[in-house]
């Protein structure tokens, strides 16, 4: 099975930048949607971001369209969040996960089968 893995995650300011990477440990991510998933303290689980397997496909929530962009590297077998204009509430730690792209359902976390352990990213202001 594949094992996602995140990295990337710290602490940046107010306006900053921040780049996570998810590389799948295991099986190839290369027939994976991937999507990025986040948590803050007290909150449930929110969609972040999602890309189908050949990387055509990109779906955003509203809360981070035009800050926000997720790209893959299927040669490396790794997906990418370039996260810009970040703020206080993109504090969160976030979750990369993988299911086998069937073209619906980006940013539903229940259709998505393997997770990795997360990785935080804190905005200070």
């Known amino acids: 099975q594949v094992q996602p893995v995140e990295s990337g995650g710290g602490l940046v300011q107010a306006g900053g930048s921040l780049r996570l990477s998810c590389a799948a440990s295991g099986r190839t991510f290369a027939s994976y949607a991937v999507g990025w998933f986040r948590q803050a303290p007290g909150k449930e689980r929110e969609f972040v971001t999602a890309?189908?397997?050949?990387?055509?496909?990109?779906v955003y929530a509203n809360a981070v369209k035009g800050r926000f962009t997720i790209s893959r590297d299927n040669a490396k077998d790794t997906v990418y969040l370039q996260m810009n204009g970040l703020n206080s509430e993109d504090t969160a730690v976030y979750y990369c996960?993988?299911?086998?792209?069937?073209?619906?359902?980006?940013?539903?976390?229940?259709?998505?089968?393997?997770w990795g352990q997360g990785t935080q990213v804190t905005v200070s202001t």
């Open positions: 890309i189908g397997w050949s990387g055509i496909t990109t």
């Open positions: 996960a993988a299911k086998r792209d069937d073209y619906s359902d980006y940013d539903r976390a229940e259709r998505y089968d393997y």
